[in-house]
């Protein structure tokens, strides 16, 4: 008799662990329902966005006019774009085996012509360039503008006079300076003046060269008048290095 109560006892205590058992894993069901709820809403953020600048006409953007194009191959960097123009390089000679001119194209990255250079060139029966010219057209041929050069030399070869001249695309004269140059005995440049048009002064540059060596600049600027009426020293060590700079009012 007291064998079959026990059994009894047993089976009872199953049969309440399996409701404990059930119970518990009913209440984590729930609990594990409950966090996916809240997870699934949203959250409020913790600072409040600035409202939408409102605006009384909607922008618009400009159409790019290369949308849709991409750059070809060989014209993507600046250094791809000179090759290219170096492949464009014509050159023209004379007799003498003188370059007369020289023409090439610059493109832009998308490999579209955007300039054509032409350059011109006189010389004088010593072989000296005396003229040297320069012109800048659009893919179309329109221009965009020019200059030239004038020179002169002395009895030893040397450079003593430039003229240059630039013009608008219209043709029109924009600039016109006249520099002259004086030599030292070892053939270096030490003074260098630059007038206008009217022959009135606009700038001296003098080169103190000391044993082959430039040691001081100085600049002098003119007024309308030519007139000096400022002035600025630079000096150097024996490697170049620029020890000073001074300025000075002459009036």
Known sequence: MEKFLDIILQQKRLIAMKINTLVILFIVSILVLGCSEDSSKERKPLVTPPAKTKTAKPVTQKPDPNLGKKAKPGYATKHERGAKRRETIQDKFDDNGNMIERTDKMFDKFGEVIKKNRYTYKYDDAGR?????????????????????????????????????????????????????????????????????????????????????????YFTNYNKNGEPIKKKTITYDKIGTVTSSEEETLK
Do not use: C
């Open 129 to 217: 360039r005396i003229e040297q010219g320069y012109s800048a057209t659009t893919e179309h041929d329109e221009p965009i503008m020019s200059n030239v050069n004038f020179l002169k030399y002395n009895e030893k070869g040397w450079k003593i006079e430039n003229v240059f001249i630039s013009y608008d695309e219209n043709g029109d004269e924009i600039r016109w300076v006249k520099n002259e140059f004086k030599y030292n005995s070892d053939g270096r440049i030490i003074e260098d003046v630059s007038y206008n048009k009217e022959g009135i002064r606009e700038l001296m540059v003098e080169y103190n060269i000391v044993d082959g060596m430039m040691v001081s600049e």
